[in-house]
């Protein structure tokens, strides 16, 4: 996973630095669609590089390594969309009971 997670974060970073404007938005995170900074190791500022899955892997665990199911995402977006990265578990609002049913 830890490979995948780097050659990810290689691509996006590709992209970002692409001359075509299609592509490069492509390297866009995909919550708020704002550029993502590529000059910092994932995961270190709000605006750098996390991997976030596009079906959450809570349900999909079948998706976890699945790279169709990768998106950009800033760490901040990340983080506060909730319960995507494991290290994440346990921060933040239980869902409450009348969300699950
Ligand atoms: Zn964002």
Redesign the pocket.
């Known amino acids: 996973m830890h490979k995948l997670r780097d050659d990810f974060f290689d691509e996006g970073k590709a992209q970002s630095l692409s001359p075509d404007p299609d592509e490069r938005a492509e390297s866009d995170?995909w919550?708020?669609r704002?550029g993502i900074d590529y000059t910092v190791p994932p995961a270190t500022t709000p605006d750098s590089h996390t991997l976030d899955h596009a079906k959450d892997v809570d349900t999909y665990p079948e998706l976890q390594e699945d790279p169709d199911n990768f998106r950009h995402?800033?760490f901040?977006?990340n983080s506060s969309r909730g319960k995507r990265a494991p290290n994440d578990q346990g921060l933040g609002e239980p869902m409450p009971a009348w969300w699950k049913h």
């Open positions: 995170c919550l708020c704002g995402a800033h901040s977006c």
